[in-house]
């Protein structure tokens, strides 16, 4: 019997060796496509805050111009930079050109904004020369801005010549103020 009985004892501890503990089953937490969702609307809100955040900045950068522009009602910016230019010339200078840059990055930035580049001259020379003159400043400004992807149907020209001035001065500084080329936002 004691032989029995140890034989069913060592079946026993065989058919158990034999069969081993369970193994456990690992998963995977897969990434849920909720969580995904979750992440994707706040970054989608987190940008469009920012959009929203740089819209109102410039927004706040505009001021009503006091006279009305060609096509209907003007702004001025803050963030839009005067280009200045050489006596008799209309070369963008290497330091307008950045400053070209810049302003073209923030018409980027608000595919809706439509400007006037305003051409303007110092007190020397007549005024038929002047406003040609203003013309050709303000064209170097558009071709400048074209060849940056602002597209043509945004940008308008018009010539001011030496009717006015920024400085009012009859020197080589007042004058080099008034060899410029400005900028205005177009509203309509």
Same mark, same amino acid.
Request: hydrophobic share 35%; charged share 35%; net charge positive.
């Given at each position: 019997?004691?032989?029995?009985?140890?034989?069913?004892? *060592?079946?026993?501890? @065989?058919?158990?060796?034999?069969?081993?503990?369970?193994?456990? +089953?690992?998963?995977?937490?897969?990434?849920?496509?909720?969580?995904?969702?979750?992440?994707?609307?706040?970054?989608?809100?987190? +940008?469009?805050? #920012?959009?929203?955040?740089?819209? #109102? $900045?410039?927004?706040?950068? /505009?001021?009503?111009?006091?006279?009305?522009?060609?096509?209907?009602?003007?702004?001025?910016?803050?963030?839009?930079?005067?280009?200045?230019?050489?006596?008799?010339?209309?070369?963008? #200078?290497? !330091?307008?050109? $950045?400053?070209?840059?810049?302003?073209?990055?923030?018409?980027?930035?608000?595919?809706?904004?439509?400007?006037?580049?305003?051409?303007? @001259?110092?007190? #020397?020379? +007549?005024?038929?020369?002047? *406003?040609?003159?203003?013309?050709?400043?303000?064209?170097?400004?558009?071709?400048?801005?074209?060849?940056?992807?602002?597209?043509?149907?945004?940008?308008? +020209?018009?010539?001011?010549?030496?009717?006015?001035?920024? !400085?009012?001065?009859?020197?080589?500084?007042?004058?080099?103020?008034?060899?410029?080329?400005? /900028?205005?936002?177009?509203?309509?």
């Amino acid at each position: 019997m004691v032989k029995k009985g140890l034989s069913i004892i *060592l079946l026993v501890l @065989c058919i158990g060796f034999l069969m081993g503990c369970p193994k456990k +089953t690992v998963v995977k937490e897969e990434p849920s496509v909720k969580k995904e969702a979750v992440a994707k609307g706040e970054a989608e809100r987190s +940008t469009k805050a #920012r959009e929203e955040a740089a819209q #109102r $900045e410039f927004e706040k950068s /505009m001021v009503a111009k006091k006279e009305p522009g060609i096509e209907g009602v003007v702004s001025e910016s803050s963030l839009l930079k005067d280009i200045h230019f050489d006596f008799d010339k209309y070369d963008i #200078r290497p !330091d307008d050109a $950045e400053i070209l840059k810049g302003d073209a990055a923030l018409f980027k930035k608000y595919p809706k904004v439509k400007i006037q580049i305003e051409g303007h @001259c110092d007190e #020397r020379g +007549t005024t038929e020369y002047n *406003l040609a003159l203003g013309e050709r400043r303000a064209n170097s400004a558009k071709k400048y801005l074209l060849s940056l992807g602002i597209p043509e149907s945004r940008i308008s +020209t018009i010539s001011y010549g030496k009717e006015r001035p920024l !400085d009012s001065g009859h020197n080589e500084e007042a004058w080099a103020k008034n060899r410029r080329d400005h /900028m205005i936002i177009l509203s309509k």
